[in-house]
C-alpha cells in the first residue's frame, strides 16, 4: 500500500478470468452515496439512545416548556406518543379540529377525555405520531420545534384560547 493512500491492491488467488488484480478500497461503504451504517456509539456505552427515545426527550422538552407557563390548568392532560396514526381520510373529508396534519398525514391528536369501553373515565390526551413528525425534520432541532409547534396547536385547542396565548403564557393571556 502506498504511503498515504487509502487503496490496497491484493491479488486473489482464485480469480483466474481477471486480467488485473482486484482493487479493495476502504471506500467500499460510501458506494452510492451511502455512509458507514449504523450507530456510531454500541448499545452497550451509557450515552446510546435509541431513535425513538430521542425523539421521546424532544417531546419532553417540548412540553415542558409548554407546561410550565400552564401547569395548573394542564394537570389532567397525558401526553402520549404513538409511531404511526392509526386513521385515514377518507375521500372528500377534512381532519377535525383536534387533528393537526400535514395534508394528508396527521401528526398529532387531542383526545378529549371520555369514558372507555369498559365504563372507566379516561382523561384528554395528546397523542403525538414519531414517523410523521420524524420525516418532517431533517435533524434533532428541527424536530424538537416542529413538536413545539404541534403541541402548541393541541393546547391551545384543550384550553380553547389561540396558540399565540399559549407561547406568551398565561400572565399575558
Known amino acids: ?68 407557563h400552564w401547569h ?18 377518507r375521500p372528500g373529508e377534512t381532519w377535525p379540529e383536534e387533528v393537526v396534519a400535514d395534508g394528508d398525514v396527521p401528526l398529532a391528536r387531542l383526545v378529549p377525555a371520555g369514558v372507555d369501553r369498559s365504563g372507566q373515565p379516561t382523561r384528554a390526551r395528546l397523542v403525538l405520531f414519531r414517523k410523521p413528525l420524524a420525516r418532517r425534520a431533517p435533524d434533532g432541532d428541527d424536530l424538537r420545534d416542529l413538536i413545539y409547534s404541534v403541541l402548541v ?5 384543550h384550553l380553547e384560547i389561540s396558540p399565540d396565548d399559549v407561547e406568551a403564557g398565561p400572565d399575558d393571556a
Open 1 to 68: 500500500m502506498a504511503a498515504g493512500s487509502r487503496i490496497a491492491v491484493r491479488e486473489f488467488p482464485g480469480d483466474p478470468g481477471r486480467r488485473r488484480p482486484r482493487v479493495v478500497t476502504s471506500r467500499r461503504a460510501e458506494r452510492r452515496g451511502h455512509g458507514p451504517r449504523g450507530p456510531i456509539l454500541p448499545p452497550e456505552v451509557p450515552r446510546w439512545r435509541s431513535r425513538s427515545a430521542d425523539f421521546d426527550v424532544a417531546a419532553l422538552e417540548a412540553f415542558a416548556e409548554i407546561d410550565q
Open 72 to 89: 395548573a390548568r394542564l394537570v389532567h392532560l397525558d401526553l402520549a406518543v404513538d409511531m404511526v396514526p392509526r386513521m385515514r381520510l
Open 153 to 157: 396547536e393541541l393546547v391551545s385547542q
